[in-house]
């Protein structure tokens, strides 16, 4: 599979602030996912990020929050803006491989306090 | 869309007995259906996964098994040992980049 990397691992941040969480893959892929995983919690679906075109956001995320970028089929850019305390949470990266394509591997995931 | 139910929500176990994990899901077009081990601070790990077209898998001491009738699949550990201590998360998704939808999480706990 993928080997996936993310950085930053964690960050601490002030409200009203904003954090982008980069995620690398050693492969070209065609779908990158964002999750949001608040604590003691199930992952939740962010957005998809196909290169080239822009993010699919899902009910509850908006872009003007958590804006995406995926400039090539290796990379994407998640960024929380404006965070409030309700932001903390780990942000995980995937993307799917496998024929058919649906077999999603995660990154390490970014563990992000806001205070 | 898609809504999975995942029971229960913790489950403890003695080391060697067996653990068995319930899933149902709503929508008939998921043909997909993975499972993923959480080990605490760690990334989730695909363990298992089971297709539309398979009733059944075995990978060792885990099976999955599938009922499309009833839409409901299961995760089965059998001679759990302590490191199988983690969160599960059952998942479904109609497969070729379309959404996975995630359950609710089981916090397994095996008893030395």
């Known amino acids: 599979s993928a080997v996936i990397s993310q950085k930053p691992s964690r960050d601490i941040c002030q409200r009203g602030t904003s954090l982008t969480i980069q995620c690398q893959v050693d492969?070209?892929?065609?779908?990158m996912f964002w999750y949001r995983q608040q604590p003691g919690q199930s992952l939740t679906l962010i957005a998809t990020a196909n290169q080239g075109s822009e993010a699919t956001y899902e009910s509850g995320f908006v872009i003007d929050k958590f804006p995406i970028s995926r400039p090539n089929l290796t990379f994407s850019t998640l960024t929380v803006s404006n965070m409030s305390p309700e932001d903390s949470s780990i942000y995980l990266c995937s993307v799917e491989e496998g024929s058919p394509a649906d077999t999603q591997y995660f990154g390490p995931g970014t563990r992000l306090t806001v205070l | 869309g898609e809504n999975v139910e995942q029971h229960p929500s913790t489950l403890s176990v003695q080391e060697g007995d067996s653990a068995v994990i319930k899933c149902t899901y709503s929508d008939s077009a998921s043909n997909y259906f993975p499972w993923y081990k959480q080990e605490l601070g760690k990334r989730p790990q695909l363990i298992i996964d089971i297709r539309s077209n398979v009733g059944e898998k075995k990978d060792q001491r885990i099976a999955v098994t599938l009922n499309k009738t009833a839409k409901h699949f299961s995760l089965h550990i059998t001679e759990t040992q302590p490191e199988d201590s983690a969160v599960y998360f059952c998942a479904a998704s109609s497969g070729g980049y379309q959404k996975v939808t995630f359950g609710t999480g089981t916090k397994l706990q095996v008893i030395p």
């Open positions: 492969s070209q892929v065609t779908m």
